[in-house]
């Protein structure tokens, strides 16, 4: 037995079904060299491809690949050694692996290989990607407003319980938002990982009992295109977005400054002829940078879940009612306050705040001065007082000038009274009629 052909033995319990043990066995081993990338590959396929003739079936593809792997020579040594040691990595996780143009790999991502940079190779673990709805890609910031994460949960629940899959990057903020409200929903969720399987990262996703672990217990799936030890750099954090983009036929874009990466995601959805979606926002907010910058070059608005739905194909849309919410009105009742009290506000830097619940800031009243407030609101009702505010607050009574004059409360160190009450006693003096002096006759 020749080494390479361990390789092969121990890749089939690996390899996902439809995926041939001696193609993914001889690209894994090619990879495993010096200056060598799954994506050197993808360029030498689609040279040859331009020389020739495009692959037409899954079995030309997988040829495709051989022929290039077996161009540089006799795949043996030391890259086997790695090779079965990443293998024995993968099976320790519970890792299926497929190569592009295989059965299990999805149709979706593949559409446009090997011109579009899709992944040669694709690790999951959990629901098989190919065998999900129409994927909705939900992206934002990691230093999401409450704002943000509240628009992303209500987007992403939508698209999960009309059966389409949330595909996000699994990173703080709006990408969590967009997971975590898929769980309980037939639709389920995708997390694109920027690192290898082995890897934790991002280290509160990751650990036992986090995110990651709720995904796939729910039904999701997690998807790298990296060898399992690959640890996460800007590079391949910034490479994974066009994974997200590709395995999704809408990409809405929530939240994100002015260089954020879901603005790469964005521009791979609409390299790959997909509709893009954009969150309008707060135009002094830096968040808003990414969703307004795309909203100048021409990307569709998102002002609720129908405009996502209405793209999505296949989905099953229940009818309003039941205790659902109106999208419009959804969207149109969140406001800067978040959950729990907590207030999303730009700090000193630009960056987001926090204000903790219950915190006393400019313009804040107790509970007690609540109430001292309305008892003397209470106590002061007369005949021709309402209890209304601004313009609202004179009543048709408080227009009879016969009643004495009107009750002010004491003036605070601000200089503006505690309680100016509504003049219950007579009008207003520029609502007091006037005597009428009549002018003396003239010669």
Same mark, same amino acid.
């Given at each position: 037995?020749?080494?390479?052909?361990?390789?092969?033995?121990?890749?089939?319990?690996?390899?996902?079904?439809?995926?041939?043990?001696?193609?993914?066995a001889s690209v894994l081993t090619w990879s495993c060299g010096p200056r060598r990338s799954l994506d050197v590959l993808?360029?030498?396929?689609?040279?040859?491809?331009?020389?020739?003739?495009?692959p037409e079936s899954a079995g030309a593809v997988a040829r495709a690949l051989a022929d290039a792997v077996r161009s540089d020579g006799r795949l043996d040594g030391m890259y086997v050694e790695v090779a079965l040691r990443i293998v024995g990595i993968w099976a320790s996780l519970g890792v299926r692996v497929t190569l592009v143009g295989d059965a299990a790999y999805p149709p979706v991502l593949m559409q446009g290989w090997p011109e579009l940079d899709a992944p040669v190779l694709l690790a999951w673990r959990g629901e098989p990607p190919a065998a999900v709805g129409p994927g909705v890609a939900i992206v934002g910031a990691r230093n999401a407003t409450a704002y943000g994460t509240s628009v992303a949960e209500l987007l992403a629940s939508a698209v999960a319980r009309a059966g389409g899959r949330v595909v996000s990057g699994g990173a703080v903020g709006i990408d969590a938002a967009a997971h975590a409200a898929t769980f309980g929903l037939p639709g389920g969720t995708t997390v694109v990982l920027g690192c290898g399987h082995a890897v934790r990262y991002p280290v509160p996703h990751a650990r036992a009992g986090g995110l990651f672990d709720r995904v796939l217990d729910d039904g999701g799936t997690l998807v790298s295109e990296l060898l399992p030890e690959v640890t996460a750099h800007p590079g391949v954090i910034r490479a994974r977005n066009r994974i997200v983009a590709g395995l999704a036929t809408v990409t809405v874009v929530v939240e994100g400054g002015s260089r954020s990466g879901a603005l790469l995601t964005a521009s791979a959805a609409a390299e790959r002829g997909r509709e893009v979606l954009a969150v309008p926002g707060d135009i002094l907010a830096p968040g808003s940078a990414a969703p307004l910058r795309l909203l100048g070059e021409g990307a569709r608005a998102c002002t609720g879940p129908d405009d996502v739905l209405d793209l999505l194909p296949g989905v099953v849309r229940r009818p309003r009612g039941a205790g659902d919410r109106s999208p419009v009105g959804s969207l149109g009742r969140l406001r800067r306050w978040g959950r729990g009290g907590c207030a999303a506000r730009p700090g000193p830097t630009g960056a987001r705040t926090r204000r903790p619940a219950g915190a006393r800031g400019r313009g804040a !009243?107790?509970? /007690?001065? #609540? =109430? !001292?407030?309305? /008892?003397? #609101? =209470?106590?002061?009702?007369?005949?021709?007082r309402t209890r209304g505010r601004g313009r609202d607050r004179w009543g048709p009574a408080a227009l009879d000038p016969s009643i004495g004059p009107p009750s002010i409360g004491p003036l605070t160190r601000s200089g503006q009274h505690a309680t100016l009450h509504a003049w219950p006693h007579s009008a207003p003096p520029h609502l007091t009629p006037r005597p009428v002096t009549p002018s003396p006759p003239t010669g």
């Amino acid at each position: 037995m020749t080494r390479l052909a361990e390789v092969v033995r121990a890749a089939g319990a690996i390899s996902a079904p439809g995926t041939d043990p001696v193609a993914l066995a001889s690209v894994l081993t090619w990879s495993c060299g010096p200056r060598r990338s799954l994506d050197v590959l993808r360029r030498r396929v689609r040279d040859d491809v331009h020389r020739e003739h495009r692959p037409e079936s899954a079995g030309a593809v997988a040829r495709a690949l051989a022929d290039a792997v077996r161009s540089d020579g006799r795949l043996d040594g030391m890259y086997v050694e790695v090779a079965l040691r990443i293998v024995g990595i993968w099976a320790s996780l519970g890792v299926r692996v497929t190569l592009v143009g295989d059965a299990a790999y999805p149709p979706v991502l593949m559409q446009g290989w090997p011109e579009l940079d899709a992944p040669v190779l694709l690790a999951w673990r959990g629901e098989p990607p190919a065998a999900v709805g129409p994927g909705v890609a939900i992206v934002g910031a990691r230093n999401a407003t409450a704002y943000g994460t509240s628009v992303a949960e209500l987007l992403a629940s939508a698209v999960a319980r009309a059966g389409g899959r949330v595909v996000s990057g699994g990173a703080v903020g709006i990408d969590a938002a967009a997971h975590a409200a898929t769980f309980g929903l037939p639709g389920g969720t995708t997390v694109v990982l920027g690192c290898g399987h082995a890897v934790r990262y991002p280290v509160p996703h990751a650990r036992a009992g986090g995110l990651f672990d709720r995904v796939l217990d729910d039904g999701g799936t997690l998807v790298s295109e990296l060898l399992p030890e690959v640890t996460a750099h800007p590079g391949v954090i910034r490479a994974r977005n066009r994974i997200v983009a590709g395995l999704a036929t809408v990409t809405v874009v929530v939240e994100g400054g002015s260089r954020s990466g879901a603005l790469l995601t964005a521009s791979a959805a609409a390299e790959r002829g997909r509709e893009v979606l954009a969150v309008p926002g707060d135009i002094l907010a830096p968040g808003s940078a990414a969703p307004l910058r795309l909203l100048g070059e021409g990307a569709r608005a998102c002002t609720g879940p129908d405009d996502v739905l209405d793209l999505l194909p296949g989905v099953v849309r229940r009818p309003r009612g039941a205790g659902d919410r109106s999208p419009v009105g959804s969207l149109g009742r969140l406001r800067r306050w978040g959950r729990g009290g907590c207030a999303a506000r730009p700090g000193p830097t630009g960056a987001r705040t926090r204000r903790p619940a219950g915190a006393r800031g400019r313009g804040a !009243r107790s509970s /007690a001065s #609540r =109430r !001292r407030g309305r /008892a003397a #609101r =209470r106590a002061d009702t007369g005949p021709g007082r309402t209890r209304g505010r601004g313009r609202d607050r004179w009543g048709p009574a408080a227009l009879d000038p016969s009643i004495g004059p009107p009750s002010i409360g004491p003036l605070t160190r601000s200089g503006q009274h505690a309680t100016l009450h509504a003049w219950p006693h007579s009008a207003p003096p520029h609502l007091t009629p006037r005597p009428v002096t009549p002018s003396p006759p003239t010669g």
